[in-house]
Nanobody, 128 residues
């Protein structure tokens, strides 16, 4: 059974930092892109950052550029999202997602439909 398990969420003050982790089990994703999405109450799910299979290509939503960094450790089958300079508008449930059918693609997927496996989410709350 394939599982993606997020951790590292919590409550932080504006300007603070958090590091989210996404640990995969049941299969390896060394040939697949992985992304972080988020969904705030009353809003649609949106992509935050994505990393391709090799780690050489990373993409970020404009609203997190310069503040968030996505990385992956293939040996640990884990992807991270380092979040700095957090803002109250970053408050959301953060999900990691992995592509399953696309392998060795140069560019990671940009939309939810590109991703086949999803974690249960971790809450990030940023207070003002």
């Amino acid at each position: 059974q394939v599982q993606l398990v997020e951790s590292g969420g919590g409550l932080v003050q504006a300007g603070g930092s958090l590091r989210l982790s996404c640990a995969a089990s049941g299969r390896t994703f060394g040939a697949n892109a992985i992304a972080w999405f988020r969904q705030a109450p009353g809003k649609e799910r949106e992509i935050v950052a994505a990393i391709n299979w090799s780690g050489a290509v990373t993409n970020y939503a404009d609203f997190v550029k310069g503040r968030f960094t996505i990385s992956r450790d293939k040996a640990k089958n884990t992807v991270y999202l380092q979040m700095n300079s957090l803002k109250p508008e970053d408050t959301a449930v953060y999900y990691c997602a992995a592509e399953g059918t696309r392998r060795l693609a140069e560019e990671p997927g940009t939309k939810s439909d590109d991703y086949d496996y999803w974690g249960q989410g971790t809450q990030v709350t940023v207070s003002s």
